[in-house]
T-cell receptor
Framework: DAGVTQSPTHLIKTRGQQVTLRCSPI?????VSWYQQVLGQGPQFIFQ???????GRGNFPDRFSARQFPNYSSELNVNALLLGDSALYLC?????????????FGNGTRLTVT | SQQGEEDPQALSIQEGENATMNCSYK?????LQWYRQNSGRGLVHLIL?????REKHSGRLRVTLDTSKKSSSLLITASRAADTASYFC?????????????FGQGTTLQVKP
């Protein structure tokens, strides 16, 4: 079975631009979460979607938005990019809405903002 | 902000030795999980321990949980060079109805052959 897939793997953008990151969860997983990992830090929660509805949001500005499609894939959008948005963006899927089952992570999208 | 603090931040050992890393957290939890991350890649789930459990084993991994001290430890026995990675603990808040996990800052483990 395919794991969580993310695209693109790497991306370079300039300040002020917009970016869309994509994620396909493990087949059968209805929960998709997004995390931001800055170099040297642990991942920070951005969003969780379950059955196409937003179920949780982290402490990120409104420039960050996401959605989940009927096939449970998801997109993360970031507008008006700042240098501080440079990070590894990780998508994770799970079989459960709650935190009582493991997250399965993709290999991430490395975003560099110049 | 991150809930967990991990100790040590970095650990270097010889192959065959045991590695112990610790995690502390701030709020009551339902579950605590440990993940491994190889450089620049996604995280891999290692083990989940529930708040009513005190110890759990999986292969060469042993996890303990002390909810009174709000701390956990991960022991890797008979380490191998392939265990070189960063290790993170992650918690979900007690009473939470979402899958939000709060990760610590991680311990970087180097196992020398």
């Amino acid at each position: 079975d395919a794991g969580v897939t993310q695209s693109p793997t790497h991306l370079i953008k300039t300040r002020g631009q917009q970016v869309t990151l994509r994620c396909s969860p493990i087949s059968g997983h209805k929960s998709v979460s997004w995390y931001q990992q800055v170099l040297g830090q642990g991942p920070q929660f951005i969003f969780q979607y379950y059955e196409k509805e937003e179920r949780g949001r982290g402490n990120f500005p409104d420039r960050f938005s996401a959605r989940q499609f009927p096939n449970y894939s998801s997109e993360l959008n970031v507008n008006a990019l700042l240098l501080g948005d440079s990070a590894l963006y990780l998508c994770a899927s799970s079989s459960s809405l709650q935190g009582n089952s493991p997250l399965h992570f993709g290999n991430g999208t490395r975003l560099t903002v110049t | 902000s991150q809930q967990g603090e991990e100790d040590p931040q970095a650990l270097s050992i010889q192959e065959g030795e045991n590695a112990t890393m610790n995690c502390s957290y701030k709020t009551s939890i339902n579950n605590l999980q440990w993940y491994r991350q190889n450089s620049g890649r996604g995280l891999v789930h290692l083990i989940l321990i529930r708040s009513n459990e005190r110890e759990k084993h999986s292969g060469r991994l042993r996890v303990t949980l002390d909810t009174s001290k709000k701390s956990s430890s991960l022991l890797i026995t008979a380490s191998r060079a392939a265990d070189t990675a960063s290790y993170f603990c992650a918690t979900d808040a007690s009473g939470s109805n979402t899958g939000k996990l709060i990760f610590g800052q991680g311990t970087t483990l180097q196992v020398k052959p």
